[in-house]
């Protein structure tokens, strides 16, 4: 298992060398799709995942959206009572936030958003008013433990006539 463990970092190397990774975009894009994951057996993998799978023996290099509530592209039948995303790690929420806005119009003034007390990898924003039917976008920031910064939007509508 060591050989195919330095076989990997290598062939990482050689990735980066060759560019495939080396921009910050490529980088950003494929540690949010989950691809850089890490086990105690095999070190550093490039092996691709599933969209919306998180291994669960395995443990993301860096800071990813798990979940969230609402999930992207969903139709609620009722407003929300809060947005809640949950991380792969807990984020350190002084440069952590979300936004929640009409899509097309201007953020909804909704206050900070908070790590829960009783597990630090999920994020809630309250929601304190109603929101009216409609098209609504979940625009958040998230900053790792070591200060690696991900950013992401999903979109959800609320349909009370559904």
Known sequence: ??????????????????????????????????????????????????????????????????????????????????????FTQAPQMAGTSIRLLPVGGEPLELGKAKAREDDAKVVVLAVSSSLADGEYRVSWRAMAQDSHTVRGEFDFTVDALR
């Open 1 to 86: 298992m060591r050989g195919l463990a330095i076989i990997e970092v290598a062939l990482i190397v050689l990735a980066a060398g060759a560019g495939r990774y080396a921009g910050t975009a490529d980088r950003s894009a494929a540690t949010a799709a989950g691809q850089y994951a890490t086990t105690a057996d095999r070190g550093v993998s490039l092996e691709p995942l599933e969209p919306n799978e998180t291994p669960e023996k395995e443990t993301l290099v860096h800071l990813a959206l798990k979940s969230s509530f609402p999930a992207k592209d969903t139709t609620l039948a009722s407003s929300p009572g809060e947005i809640v995303l949950t």
